[in-house]
T-cell receptor
């Protein structure tokens, strides 16, 4: 089954404790993205990757890091989480940026205390 | 920088046609405009995509004028299950030639009996 998986689905952590949210897709997609979703602000792109080892900043990259060492995986790293990073995070993938369907993961709800 | 604007909310009744418009400036010239539907606690789901003029599929129609500064999603004969948030998605070419994606602010559609 074609899918995008994210882990964990829920996470409560404390300020400053490094964390990683994993994202994996099994569709051989080249383009992958991370989004955060906050009430009243919709979905905002954090980082995206055009292919392995090719990443770039989206609209809200501050406080986040990503890596793309394998085509299927695109982890999101918060080196020192802060409360303003409390949000719902989605990973997505597609063959091309906006010329075909983006497939979204189930979401990760992160709370930083 | 691409910017998008959508109405915050819309109300309708079962069986009516609903039109949701997204205004978008400075979008990538060779890129599609895509619409997604999102239910609570789920990732967005693809509805329809177009480049110019009109596109129709089994669930919706998309109207895009020649200047591509807006797009209108048309949902014929809505039902209660169409109650959701609807987002437009456009591409924004960056200085690197890569492409980041910009979601609209989202329109919350409430369909009543």
């Amino acid at each position: 089954e074609a899918q995008v998986t994210q882990n964990p689905r829920y996470l409560i952590t404390v300020t400053g404790k490094k964390l990683t949210v994993t994202c994996s897709q099994n569709m051989n997609h080249e383009y992958m993205s991370w989004y955060r979703q906050d009430p009243g602000l919709g979905l905002r792109q954090i980082y995206y990757s055009m292919n392995v080892e090719v990443t770039d900043k989206g609209d809200v990259p501050e406080g986040y890091k990503v890596s793309r060492k394998e085509k299927r995986n695109f982890p999101l790293i918060l080196e020192s989480p802060s409360p303003n990073q409390t949000s719902l995070y989605f990973c997505a993938s597609s063959f091309r940026p906006n010329a075909d369907t983006q497939y979204f993961g189930p979401g990760t709800r992160l709370t930083v205390l | 920088l691409a910017k998008t604007t959508q109405p915050i909310s819309m109300d309708s009744y079962e069986g009516q046609e609903v039109n949701i418009t997204c205004s978008h400036n400075n979008i990538a010239t060779n890129d599609y405009i895509t619409w997604y539907q999102q239910f609570p606690s789920q990732g967005p789901r693809f509805i329809i995509q177009g480049y110019k003029t009109k596109v129709t599929n089994e669930v919706a129609s998309l109207f895009i004028p020649a200047d591509r500064k807006s797009s209108t999603l048309s949902l014929p004969r809505v039902s209660l299950s169409d109650t959701a948030v609807y987002y437009c998605l456009v591409g924004d070419e960056t200085y690197t030639g890569f492409q980041k994606l910009v979601f609209g602010t989202g329109t919350r559609l409430l369909v009543s009996p």
